[in-house]
């Protein structure tokens, strides 16, 4: 969260609350093989990737989920449509869950990875960073996190999406989170997006009432964000 964002604790709080207590907005094809693990709350909905497809996996909060959109409204149906418009064999899944911690993605990504996945994208941590949570843990989450996916997929690409804590969290507290995601990539040879929400956090009219999700507007720039970074990984032009 970049200088001037407006944000306040109480209404950081609110908005990770009413995250937590709806599901997900996402629309993008989300694929399982195991129903019998059933996924958090909140969870993208669950389809099976169509034909011989590679498959692209997003990981993340709310913010990929697409929270209080239209399923197509979200960053990564816009992905897919833009996928599809280039003629390029990847379906996108979203596994996006609403006001979940790294410690929640951590606790799923055994699940979430019993399904092929030939990109994957870390979006974990903001809701940490709301919460002031412990800066050294959420770097142990998101290793194990990687860790899981090496296991599980060794060839598979990884993409760390950075993310920003609360500036009246303090210097010491935002400095520390802030490095999390580029130490993480580098250590594991994994591809950095600094961070999801350039040009769009603190932007009034991109995002919704909470001041935190995008707007279908805001969307859209995020799409464009992720975009850059992704499509030298699927031989696309950005």
């Known amino acids: 969260m970049r200088a001037g964002w407006k944000w306040s604790l109480v209404a950081l709080a609110a908005a990770a609350a009413a995250a937590e207590c709806g599901?997900?907005?996402?629309?993008?094809?989300?694929a399982a093989v195991d129903t019998a693990a059933p996924p958090a709350a909140g969870a993208a909905a669950v389809s099976v990737p169509r034909g011989d497809k590679r498959?692209?996996?997003?990981?993340g909060t709310s913010l990929t989920a697409g929270f209080g959109l239209d399923p197509d409204s979200s960053f990564t149906s816009l992905i897919?449509?833009?996928i599809d418009s280039l003629g390029l064999s990847y379906d996108v899944v979203n596994a996006g869950v609403s006001g979940e911690t790294s410690a929640g993605a951590l606790r799923r990504i055994g699940w979430v990875m019993r399904q092929p996945a030939d990109?994957?994208?870390l979006e974990v941590g903001a809701n940490d960073g709301l919460r002031a949570l412990n800066v050294d843990s959420l770097q142990s989450n998101l290793q194990h996190i990687i860790d899981t996916?090496?296991?599980?997929?060794?060839s598979a690409r990884i993409v760390v999406v950075g993310m920003e804590a609360p500036p009246n969290l303090g210097a010491r507290y935002t400095s520390a989170f802030r490095r999390v995601y580029?130490?993480?990539?580098?250590?594991?040879?994994?591809?950095?997006?600094?961070?999801?929400?350039?040009?769009?956090?603190?932007?009034?009219?991109l995002n919704q009432a909470d001041g935190i999700h995008p707007n279908a507007r805001g969307e859209h720039i995020v799409a464009q964000t992720v975009w850059r970074t992704l499509?030298?990984?699927?031989g696309a032009n950005k």
């Open 23 to 30: 599901g997900a907005g996402g629309g993008t094809r989300s």
């Open 55 to 59: 498959t692209i996996v997003f990981v």
């Open 80 to 82: 897919q449509r833009r």
């Open 119 to 121: 990109i994957v994208v």
């Open 149 to 154: 996916v090496r296991a599980t997929h060794p």
């Open 182 to 205: 580029p130490d993480v990539a580098r250590k594991n040879d994994a591809v950095l997006l600094p961070f999801l929400l350039t040009g769009v956090g603190g932007v009034d009219s």
């Open 231 to 234: 499509a030298p990984l699927l």
